[in-house]
């Protein structure tokens, strides 16, 4: 059991860092990590990590950057 939850915080913290990066490069107006990420989402499907809401937000003009950034949601020291 502990394997496992080590494994889902693992996972939880890679798939956060994919989703700052992907959220950074939209700011930068680099839509190649989001688009790579994209593909690769829906080539495992269910097994995938999905995109947090941030990410889908973000691209949709639903939240700013400095909103991302003020929400405690990202360890960005």
């Known amino acids: ?5 080590n ?12 989703d700052l ?3 950074l490069g939209l700011a930068l107006g680099n839509t190649e990590p ?12 269910d097994d995938a990590i999905p995109f947090s809401d941030d990410v889908k937000n973000y691209k ?11 929400s405690g949601r990202y360890d960005l020291q």
């Not at 003009?61 to 909103?67: A, D, F, P, Y």
């Open 60 to 70: 949709d003009g639903k939240i700013t950057l400095s909103e991302i950034a003020m």
């Open 7 to 18: 494994q889902a915080a693992s996972l939880s913290s890679l798939a956060e860092a994919r």
């Open 34 to 45: 989001y688009d790579t990420a994209a593909e690769e989402i829906e080539m495992y499907g």
């Open 1 to 5: 059991a502990f394997q496992a939850a």
């Open 21 to 23: 990066y992907i959220i």
